[in-house]
């Protein structure tokens, strides 16, 4: 199984509303990391953990909490969020963080705050 | 942050034709890899190629890296109408240990 799931597919939220995405993976991967996506742009790199300890915070605003509850799960809790945090956010993994293999990526939630 | 630019920034060839896409990075790399990403889904890994690599081929692919100039490129040959989709290089930063991106070409082949 190579795949990387995530959930939901599409999500529309206010901006004082809780929500929270979620991703997947049954490879064995060690790395797990969060990456945002405007239109017509590269991805952004998020937060990366590593045998489920963040390792890297990209200095993202705290309404954004990732948590990584074991080796297979990731997820990513949303909190009073602002119009321009709509972006399509997707979620990878990796045998382990920094290591010369190549992630493997979901196929995104595509978040909508309104 | 962006690892560097892409160029072309768009792309539009016929089926048949070859595709060549150049990517320029800015700091040290363990490996530089290229990913593909049809409109609005995740991305899809194509190649990789090490720092100690100067060329590599996989089936349509043909990756370059010359890292005197911290550079890149992509020939995709005989290019397909299902090759269209947007086009990234990541450079895995040794100092992060983290992916970074490029800024991407769109590809279009026109059947």
């Known amino acids: 199984d190579t795949e990387v799931t995530q959930t939901p597919k599409h999500l529309v939220m206010g901006m004082t509303n809780k929500k929270s995405l979620k991703c997947e993976q049954h490879m064995g991967h060690r790395a797990m990391y969060w990456y945002k996506q405007k239109a017509k742009k590269p991805p952004e790199l998020m937060f990366v953990y590593s045998y489920e300890k963040l390792s890297i915070n990209e200095s993202v605003p705290s309404r954004f909490s990732p948590e990584c509850p074991n080796s297979s799960l990731l997820n990513l809790h949303l909190h009073a969020l602002q119009p321009e945090d709509s972006a399509l956010y997707l979620c990878?993994?990796?045998?382990?963080?920094?290591?010369?293999?190549?992630?493997?990526f979901g196929p995104g939630t595509r978040l909508t705050v309104t | 942050s962006q690892q560097g630019e892409e160029d072309p920034q768009a792309l539009s060839i016929q089926e048949g034709e070859n595709a060549t896409m150049n990517c320029s990075y800015k700091?040290?790399?363990?490996?530089l890899q290229w990913y593909r990403q049809n409109s609005g889904r995740g991305l899809v890994h194509l190649i990789l190629?090490?720092?100690?690599?100067r060329e590599k081929h996989s089936g349509r692919l043909r990756v370059t890296l010359d890292t005197s100039k911290k550079s890149s490129s992509l020939l995709i040959t005989a290019s397909r109408a299902a090759d269209t989709a947007s086009y990234f290089c990541?450079?895995?930063?040794?100092?992060?240990?983290?992916?970074?991106f490029g800024s991407g070409t769109r590809l279009q082949v026109q059947p």
């Open positions: 700091t040290s790399i363990n490996n």
């Open positions: 990878a993994s990796s045998p382990i963080a920094g290591g010369p293999l190549e992630q493997y």
């Open positions: 190629i090490r720092s100690n690599e």
């Open positions: 990541a450079g895995l930063d040794t100092g992060r240990r983290a992916l970074t």
